[in-house]
């Protein structure tokens, strides 16, 4: 397959302009055990890999890519991306991947370990391959890094020039993470639909309309499919959903590029990465600031059909184990000043919160942060 990544697009309102979309990876390769076949197809890449990935990753999935560390094509060493996707951390792995006169920048682990290694590539002008270890992102396709502080507070994210040039997606290797990352998976693949369908629902191009359906059949696998995969790791039905969380959720986001954005759910959790004591990951938050972005519908526009909507993930979220309150992110004993700190940072003026129908005041961000699980109610009164 052509290591070209985008599909540039002629706009029908604007014929002076383009817009560029980084649909998918070059190649995606996925299968059970796949990683020890794959040498010579990450040596078309590069010979002289900087492999980045976790101690935690490295330790446990030592076995598992054996054969990657060891082939006679790949000159590789491995660093450790440290406990973020941080400025200090792309400081030292850049500095890393030149002394290593590294050609090539691989990826292996969680969605911090490959946002860092993609934006490390991207700064370096390098190939890229991704090799998820959980499925509880869909880093390893998209053409997005998101930059945390050392303390893990989201602060910004950065477009990318493309997506990875390899994905390696090895369901033996997936099926080694704990079950918890796959939960939090679906319910950061779910969102898609919730956000994208506020965000560009209403718009008219061809592929933005094919982003938003395809998050509604995301939608529909995850709900139809999690328990039943949850309850049988390794089978089809897992692999399906696996597929879902990974790479299906990073296809909506590759059609439907920067016009195809996220809104409230994700919002609410960068506010909450700013809040210490949690022992949430991603997923997790973002699934709670679903039910956030549907409270607030249903508060401030008197929206049934996001109280029902809500209804339907209260139990669904229950049967698969994803969070409905703050208590079940582990912040039972959040103070009022930290909510407030964390619907402030949720409210900024460049925040994705503002791609809603309607304006959000602090006192209601913060009513619906405490109320995800109340009964349905009326209308606020401005």
């Avoid at 039905?237 to 409230?264: F, H, K, N, S």
């Avoid at 700013?274 to 929206?303: C, D, P, T, W």
């Avoid at 993930?313 to 912040?331: N, S, V, W």
Wanted: a neutral charge; charged letters at 15%; proline letters at 3%.
């Amino acid at each position: 397959m052509s290591n070209q990544h985008s599909t540039e697009t002629l706009s029908t309102q604007t014929t002076s302009s383009f817009f560029s979309l980084s649909v998918s990876p070059g190649k995606v390769i996925r299968g059970a055990g796949v990683l020890s076949i794959v040498a010579a197809e990450v040596a078309n890449l590069g010979t002289r890999p900087l492999i980045i990935t976790g101690n935690r990753t490295l330790n446990l999935s030592q076995e598992s890519l054996q054969s990657l560390f060891q082939s006679p094509k790949l000159h590789s060493i491995s660093v450790s991306y440290g406990a973020d996707c941080c400025e200090a951390s792309l400081t030292a792995l850049r500095k890393a991947a030149k002394e290593h006169q590294a050609d090539l920048i691989i990826g292996i682990g969680g969605g911090k370990a490959l946002d860092t290694a993609k934006l490390v590539a991207h700064q370096l002008t390098l190939p890229v391959v991704t090799i998820p270890t959980s499925a509880a992102t869909c880093a390893a396709w998209t053409a997005l890094s998101n930059v945390y502080s050392e303390t893990g507070a989201f602060l910004y994210d950065v477009a990318l020039s493309r997506c990875p040039d390899l994905l390696i997606l090895d369901y033996n290797l997936i099926q080694t993470a704990p079950q918890r990352t796959l939960v939090a998976g679906i319910g950061d693949a779910i969102a898609k639909w919730y956000e994208a369908s506020v965000s560009s629902g209403h718009l008219q191009q061809t592929l933005i309309i094919a982003a938003v359906q395809q998050a509604r059949v995301l939608r529909d696998i995850l709900l139809q499919k999690s328990a039943a995969a949850l309850q049988s790791p390794g089978s089809e039905v897992w692999q399906e959903v696996v597929d879902a969380t990974v790479l299906l959720a990073g296809v909506i986001g590759g059609l439907g590029g920067a016009q195809c954005r996220t809104v409230a759910a994700h919002a609410v959790h960068n506010g909450l990465t700013h809040i210490s004591g949690h022992g949430s990951i991603h997923g997790e938050k973002v699934a709670y600031g679903i039910l956030v972005q549907l409270r607030l519908e249903e508060m401030i526009q008197g929206n049934q059909l996001a109280a029902s909507a809500r209804q339907q993930l209260l139990k669904f979220y229950a049967e698969i184990g994803l969070p409905q309150r703050l208590t079940d992110l582990g912040l039972g004993n959040i103070t009022l000043a930290e909510l407030q700190t964390a619907a402030e940072i949720s409210l900024e003026p460049n925040s994705d919160i503002h791609r809603l129908p309607f304006s959000v005041a602090l006192e209601h961000l913060m009513a619906a942060m405490v109320s995800t699980t109340a009964p349905n109610q009326l209308k606020i009164k401005n």
